[in-house]
């Protein structure tokens, strides 16, 4: 008699399970994080261009109605800047809001949350813009101090999409607004102007860059 092999016993039995790929499993997640990216903001690139122009535009004319070299008074500069902003804000909110009226389940719960964020984020801000209005009658010192708190929201919100939708293009713009909205305040109510006519715009337009590359290659950017 023979006695029973043991590589029958092995091979004969049920099939081994293939080892986890965790780098697949990465890609996966990545891959599912870029699609659920795409179907919030479409082009992202768009978004950060016209927020980029906007910035440009708007502080430009503050800057320039600051310093002359605009032939436009502080609150003629304050209503363009407004004008721009809020263009930027009609545009972002149509584009957005065209592309997810398709979307159900997780994705959509993720939009509902990130743009409730960034409308609870400025109501505060308008709250704190009455107390900063009784505190001083400086026009552009209340202003430096206005728009510190503008783009604080903007940069911890740009920090939290990152977070929620592992988005480094959003992390980076994040940290960029942070370190912006230092330097501007550091500047004084004199060239806090200069530092957010600059350094804001470059940061959206570098934004732009950036998502144009990701979309072409969405694991790059992941």
Not at 48 to 75: C, D, E, M, N, Q
Not at 81 to 101: D, E
Request: include cysteine; aromatic fraction near 10%; proline fraction near 3%.
């Amino acid at each position: 008699m023979t006695s029973p092999s043991h590589d029958h016993s092995v091979s004969g039995g049920e099939p081994q399970e293939a080892p986890l790929d965790l780098h697949a499993a990465f890609r996966l997640v990545n891959d599912a994080e870029a699609k659920a990216r795409q179907e919030l903001y479409g082009n992202e690139a768009v978004i950060y261009v016209i927020w980029g122009t906007a910035w440009l535009l708007g502080y430009g004319t503050l800057h320039g109605s600051r310093f002359g070299w605009l032939p436009v008074g502080s609150g003629q500069g304050l209503a363009v800047h407004g004008g721009c902003i809020l263009a930027a804000l009609v545009s972002t909110v149509v584009l957005i809001s065209r592309r997810n009226r398709v979307i159900r389940g997780h994705s959509s719960y993720l939009g509902a949350l990130y743009g409730g964020g960034w409308a609870l984020g400025f109501l505060t801000m308008g709250c704190l813009g009455a107390v900063v209005g009784a505190m001083t009658a400086d026009f552009w010192l209340r202003s430096m101090a206005l728009n510190g708190i503008a783009i604080l929201i903007v940069g911890l919100m740009y920090l939290a999409g990152g977070a929620m939708f592992n988005d480094r293009n959003q992390a980076v713009l994040g940290v960029w607004f942070l370190v912006v909205n230092v330097v501007s305040l550091l500047a004084g109510p004199l060239h806090f102007l200069t530092v957010l006519a600059v350094l804001g715009p470059l940061g959206f337009f570098g934004a732009a860059v950036a998502g144009s590359i990701r979309r072409r290659s969405p694991r790059a950017g992941a």
